[in-house]
C-alpha cells in the first residue's frame, strides 16, 4: 500500500515557504531602502550661499551692491580701507590783473636813473589826480585798475601817481583814454579853483609809443603861501594800448624845468621831457 501525502499538507508547506522567502527578501529590501537613504542624506550639497535681497531707500526690492575694492595702506599696517576719490571742483577763472602792469619806479624819469623811488599804494585809485572829475570806476567796461606812488629822491614833496585800467573791449579803452585827455586838458580851471596862482597851460603833446596812443599835457602853478621858488610843474600822461590805459601824473616842485617837447635832438641841445622818455615804457608795460 503506497504512502501519500495529505493534499492540503503539502499546500501548507509550500504556501509557508513561499511566506518565508518574502518576508525575507523584504527584510532585505528595507536594509538596503535605509542604506540608500542615508547615503543620499549624506551627500546632498549643502544649500546655495547667495545672499539675501536687501529694500533700498526708494522700498524697491534690489541686490546689494558690492562692496568696493580696498588695497592695504603703506602706514596701517597692511590694515585695509576705502579710498574715496575727492569731488571735483570747476576750474576757477581769473580776471585781469591791473597791479602787474603798474611800471616800476626804474621806468619814470626825470634827470638821472634812480631819481624817482616807489612809495606805496595808498590813496584812491579812482580820483588819482584833481583833474579827474568823476570816478573811474564808472568808466563803461572797466574791468580793473591799480595806483602807484612815487616820490622824487631829491624832494619828497614832488610826486608821481600812476593809474592803471584794464577794459573788456579796445573801443572802452579808447573812450577812457579820450576822457581823460579831455580832463587834463581842461584841468586848468579845477588849478585855479584850489587856490593855485600864476597856473600856465604849456601845451598837448603827443609821444610816439609801440602799439598804441600817448600824449601829455603840462601846467605850471604857484601853491597856496608858496614862493617864486616853489613852483610846481604838473604834467598829465595818457596811455592807451589794446584794452588797457595808463595814467601818470608827475608834480614836480623846481625852481624852473629846462626841456625839450620833442623827440629828436634839436638846436637847443636840452633832454627831451621826461614825459617823452617815460611814456613809451610804461606803454611796453601795458600791453595785453
Known sequence: MSHQSAPGRSRGFTIAVVAVVIIVLGVGAGIVLTSVTNRNEGTDPPPSASAPLTTGTGGATTAPSPAPTTEPSPTSGGTQTATVPPPSTPAQTQGPDASVRLPPSGDLEWQAPGDW???????????????????????????????????????????AVATVMIFETEEQAEQAAQQLRA?????????????????????????????????????????????????VFASHGVIQVGISVAYLVMEVRTPEAHWRYTEQPDETGLESHPMIRTLPKIAGRIQA
Do not use: K, M
Not at 598837448?204 to 596812443?213: D, T
Open 117 to 159: 623811488l616807489a612809495a606805496g599804494q595808498d590813496g584812491n585809485p579812482a580820483l588819482p589826480s584833481r583833474c579827474v572829475q568823476r570816478s573811474l570806476t564808472s568808466q563803461p567796461g572797466i574791468l580793473d585798475l591799480a595806483r602807484q606812488n612815487y616820490t622824487l629822491a631829491a624832494d619828497e614833496r614832488s610826486t
Open 183 to 231: 580832463w587834463s586838458t581842461s584841468c586848468l580851471n579845477q588849478l585855479v579853483a584850489s587856490g593855485n596862482t600864476n597856473v600856465r597851460q604849456h601845451g598837448n603833446h603827443q609821444v610816439s609809443v609801440e602799439g598804441g596812443e600817448a600824449g601829455f599835457t603840462e601846467f605850471s602853478y604857484l601853491p597856496p603861501g608858496a614862493g617864486q621858488g616853489d613852483a
